[in-house]
């Protein structure tokens, strides 16, 4: 798909200050940003959400191992609707129990996609 007149893909292409002198101040690099095939995410700019990043970093995706259900551990104690992430290091248990157990739980992978910060804008009119 072409862009409407005046606007450019951000696509990751070089532009020179003759060009675009305004887009060269926001973009020093005088590159845009290759936003093609990520997921774009609203910079955090101070709200302690997503700290430690820079305007325009890149973040790499990330999976978490989880554990949903209830577990028996077989001393008549039981762990009802627990939901906690699973260490996958083989031998780690968050609890200790001696004997055999059972659960209805189930596993999932929570993932985080690769993604960038971006600045959303608006106009001031």
Excluded: M
Excluded at 54 to 73: C, E, P, V
Aim: overall charge positive; hydrophobic content about 30%; some cysteine.
């Amino acid at each position: 798909a072409t862009p409407p007149a005046g606007w450019l893909k951000c696509d990751g292409r070089a532009f020179t200050k003759e060009q675009y002198p305004v887009l060269a101040r926001v973009y020093p690099t005088l590159r845009l940003p290759d936003l093609r095939g990520e997921f774009i995410r609203g910079w955090d700019d101070g709200r302690k959400v997503d700290t430690g990043r820079d305007l325009l970093s890149r973040q790499d995706g990330t999976s978490f191992s989880h554990y949903a259900g209830n577990f028996d551990i077989g001393s008549g104690h039981s762990i009802n609707n627990y939901d906690q992430i699973v260490d996958n290091q083989p031998g780690f248990s968050r609890f200790s129990f001696a004997g055999p157990s059972r659960g209805d739980g189930v596993n999932y992978v929570t993932i985080r996609p690769r993604n960038i910060a971006f600045n959303y804008i608006v106009r001031a009119a």
